[in-house]
């Protein structure tokens, strides 16, 4: 399907992943939407579209609005969902927080959809966290799925609730899972947020990249510049509703060798540390994925 001239709305579109996903709409054509609470809990940045704000539409609002929401939704080509609050320690403190945005919220969006644009194009993001600890590797799109925190428990059940509008309503929707992402406009300034941008954000300060020990566990990164491409090779997709996808790299790296790279790079130093029992809890092991359906 060619997207080129396609009215697009992507919700969480001022986020890191989401702000990347409007760039590359935009490049392409593409009339872009962007519906987004600004949380900066959830790396919601004005900043982030400061390039190119006056190409877009931007409406701040909440997927937790639905008479709001549901506004937005009409007339759209394409919807993406970007949206979601993505701490896995804080979605263990305010886990009703978490339910709302990651659950209700996808309820809300699915909902819209059905009432006022079934013909839409959907998409949506999930993680490849949602598995938990791995039974075999590298795990498939098959493998059952065990999570260890909240963030991870409702975007597993976000996704099956998409799969369900599917298989109900013949909702065109898939799912993306994406690993660990990284690159520009990610916010670097907290470890609530993906490891690896917390690294480049501590070398850049000169500060020690701190590594719970050993240090050995896999896992898998991805340039977001990948993520959008993956994410526009399934919007451009035909017959792939119902369908979830890893959208993962080919290589797998230890979390030291991430942070020795990064200091490679960059400069600082990496400091082995005991694990807080808050993170061992919901540590999940390595996570060895494939990438094979994708592609």
């Keep these: 399907m060619n997207i080129s001239d396609k009215k697009v709305l992507i919700t969480g579109g001022l986020g890191f992943i989401g702000s990347n996903f409007v760039k590359k709409c935009l490049e392409m054509g593409m009339d872009v939407t962007i519906y987004d609470n600004l949380d900066p809990n959830s790396g919601g940045n ?7 704000k006056k190409d877009v539409e931007l409406v701040i609002g909440d997927i937790i609005n639905y008479d709001h929401l549901i506004q937005v939704v009409l007339d759209k080509d394409i919807i993406i969902n970007c949206a979601a609050s993505t701490s896995h320690p804080y979605s263990m403190s305010e886990p ?12 809300n969006i699915l909902e819209a959809i059905r009432r006022v644009n079934i013909g839409v194009k959907f998409m949506h993001i999930g993680t490849t966290t949602q598995l938990g600890p791995l039974h075999y590797q590298p795990a498939d799109e098959h493998h059952p799925e065990f999570p260890t925190d909240m963030y991870s428990a409702n975007k597993m ?3 099956k609730y998409v799969l369900l509008y599917v298989k109900s309503y013949s909702l065109n929707a ?3 899972r994406l690993p660990n992402v990284f690159g520009p406009k990610a916010a670097i300034h907290s470890p609530e947020f993906t490891f690896n941008n917390y690294f480049v954000g501590l070398a ?3 500060q020690s990249i701190t590594v719970y020990k050993p240090g050995t566990q896999l896992r898998n990164v991805l340039y977001v510049d990948d993520a959008v491409d993956a994410l526009i090779a399934v919007a451009e997709a035909d017959s792939v509703a119902g369908e979830a996808f890893f959208a993962v790299g080919d290589e797998h790296y230890s979390v030291k060798d991430i942070a020795q790279q990064t200091c490679k790079i960059m400069g600082g130093s990496v400091q082995l540390i005991d694990w807080p029992k808050e993170r061992e809890a919901i540590e999940i092991g390595d ?3 494939s990438n094979e359906k994708i592609k």
């Design 46 to 52: 004005l900043f982030n579209i400061e390039h190119f």
């Design 96 to 107: 009703w927080l978490n339910l709302d945005v990651n659950s209700r919220g996808m309820i």
């Design 157 to 159: 059940v976000a996704e």
């Design 174 to 176: 898939s799912v993306i």
């Design 204 to 206: 850049l300060q000169k």
């Design 287 to 289: 996570a060895v994925i």
